[in-house]
């Protein structure tokens, strides 16, 4: 059974920095393709970033570009998403998901499985 457990949210100034982490079990974790989204409310659900479970290819969404950061553990079966310089905007749920067949995609839709999520909130 695959699960996909988030952590790492919380409360930060604007101008802060959070690391958001998700475990992912059930199956082999570098045949994962692996997002981050968000939503805020009253707004859809945002792709932010994905990479494969091996760490070989990745993309990002051109709004978070330079100030989030997608990485891999393979030993922990974890991903991560390093966020610098964050803003009111970025106040929302996010959630890492899992797809189970290539290629990497920005599509909610085209992902299997999803996390409980973790609310991040800027704040002063």
């Known amino acids: 059974q695959v699960r996909v457990v988030e952590s790492g949210g919380g409360l930060v100034q604007p101008g802060g920095s959070l690391r958001l982490s998700c475990a992912a079990s059930?199956?082999?974790?570098?045949?994962?393709?692996l997002g981050w989204f968000r939503q805020a409310p009253g707004k859809e659900r945002e792709f932010l970033a994905t990479?494969?479970?091996?760490?070989?290819?990745?993309m990002y969404a051109d709004s978070v570009k330079g100030r989030f950061t997608i990485s891999t553990d393979n030993a922990k079966s974890t991903i991560y998403l390093q966020m610098n310089g964050l803003q009111f905007e970025d106040t929302a749920i996010y959630y890492c998901?899992?797809?189970?067949?290539?290629?990497?995609?920005?599509?909610?839709?085209?992902?299997?499985?999803w996390g409980q999520g973790t609310q991040v909130t800027v704040s002063s």
């Open positions: 059930g199956r082999t974790f570098n045949d994962y393709y």
């Open positions: 998901a899992i797809k189970l067949t290539q290629p990497l995609s920005p599509r909610p839709d085209s992902y299997d499985y």
């Open positions: 990479i494969k479970g091996d760490g070989g290819t990745n």
